[in-house]
C-alpha cells in the first residue's frame, strides 16, 4: 500500500500533459551576459571614430616654410590663416623640414595667410574662397635678416652722459673726462689742474683767492658747478671733477644770464656711477 500513492505522484509527475506542453517550449542555449552589452558598445565607438575622423566636408590647408637663401624648410614657423576682419581663425607651426597643415572643420570665406619666424622676413598672401572637401598647397619663402648673433643692448644715458652731449651740442670748449682723468691726480686744486691741462684762453692764478680771468677782456670768470652759480672763487677737488668747459662772455650771457656776465667754468661733478667705471689705481 505505498506503491499506489506514490505512483500517483508519479503520474502527475510524468503526465503527457506536461510532456506536450514542455515540448512546445523550444530550446534555447543559454546567453552570456556580456554579449547583448559588449557587440552593439564595440560597433557605436567604431562608427563614431569614423565619422570623426572621416569628415568629407572639412577644408585642408597645407603647405611648406622654406627659406630664400638655402631652399631648407623653416622649423618652428608660425603659420596663421585670418579673416577679412583680419581675426586669426585657424594657427600651425611648421615641423622640422618646414611642413605645416591646417585643417578647417566648417567652411569660411576669403582667407589671408601669413608666414613669420624670429629672424626672417614676414610673408602674407591672399587665397581664394574655399569649398567643402578643398585642398589648398601654399609655399612660403622668408627672407633671413640681419644675423642676430651680436645684440647690443643700450640703456638709458647716464646725467653726467646728457650734460656732456649738452655741452658739446651748445659749442662749448668742452675738456672732456679722459682728459681730465690723465691729469686730475698731479692737481692739488682746481686751478692747478688748469694749469696743468693748458687753458690758452684764461689767466689762472697761482693765489687761491684770486679769480680766473679771461685773456680776452681780463675779467673774472664765474664758476658753474653742475648747473649752479657759484661765484667768482671757488674750492673744487680736482679728483671730484668729471669734465668741465670753458664758456665765452656771449655764451655765458646767453645761458647764465647777468649771473655770468663776462664768461664762466662750468664743472660737472662725477657720480657714483662715474667712480665706479675708472679703473682702480
Known sequence: ?????????????????????????????????????????????????????????????????RSVTTARGIPDAEVNLRDTAGVVVASARSDAEGHWRIELIRPVGPLRLEARRVGFSRVAADAAPLSPGDTIEVEFQLTELASLDEVRVTGMATLNEQRLADAQRRGWRVYAPDLVAAYRDRAADFPQLLRIIGTPSLYVPRRSEECVRSSRNNRCLTYIVDGQVMGQTIFVLPNDVHFFAILQAAESRATYGNRAPDGAIAIFTRSFGDRAALPPR
Open 1 to 65: 500500500m505505498a506503491v499506489g500513492p506514490l505512483w500517483a505522484i508519479d503520474r502527475r509527475l510524468y503526465s503527457p500533459q506536461a510532456d506536450r506542453s514542455t515540448a512546445d517550449t523550444p530550446c534555447v542555449p543559454p546567453a552570456s551576459p556580456r554579449q547583448p552589452v559588449r557587440r552593439p558598445f564595440i560597433l557605436i565607438v567604431s562608427l563614431l571614430a569614423v565619422l570623426i575622423t572621416r569628415d568629407v566636408g572639412a577644408q585642408l590647408v597645407r603647405g611648406t616654410v
